[in-house]
Every structure is written in C-alpha cells, then in structure tokens.
C-alpha cells in the first residue's frame, strides 16, 4: 500500500514539474513582452491625455474661467512637444 501511494506521489511530482518546465517560458516571454516599450501604445496614451487636456480646456472656457483654460492650453503645448 505504501509503495503505490510513494509511485502516486512521485507520478503527481513528474507531472507538476513538466507542467511548470511547459509554462514558465511562455510566462517569461510575456513579462518580457509587456516590459518592452510599444511605441504604439505610448503614442496612443499620449494622444489621449493631450484630447482630455484639449476637453478640459474646452469646458473652462465654456464656464468662463480663463486662467484653468490657460494652464490647459499650456499642458497640452507641454505634451505636443
């Protein structure tokens, strides 16, 4: 009885081991993947930060309040480079 719960143990072992020698790559190709820079998706953060400025600004002009309006206008020429 001892024996086959020893060979149980040792097949579940094999197995847990294959399955994480099969996954780990893939896991560290992932993390490497999503450390990269992607100048893509930097671009398309940027471009929304600089529409939400472009908003912001748009609507403290609307309520009148020039000087948020200007500090707007001054971020977004700060992001446009």
């Known amino acids: ?3 086959h719960l020893i060979v149980l143990v040792l097949i579940g072992c094999t197995v847990a081991i294959a399955y994480g020698v099969a996954v780990l790559p893939r ?4 993390t490497i993947e999503a450390a990269r820079p992607n100048p893509a998706r930097e671009a398309q953060a940027q471009a929304e930060a600089l529409a939400e400025l472009f908003r912001n600004e748009i609507d403290a002009t609307k309520r009148g309040d020039l000087l948020a309006a200007a500090g707007f206008a001054e971020r977004a020429e700060v992001i446009r480079g």
Not at 27 to 30: E, G, P, T, V, Y
Request: proline residues 0%.
């Open 1 to 3: 009885m001892t024996a």
């Open 27 to 30: 896991n560290l190709r992932d």
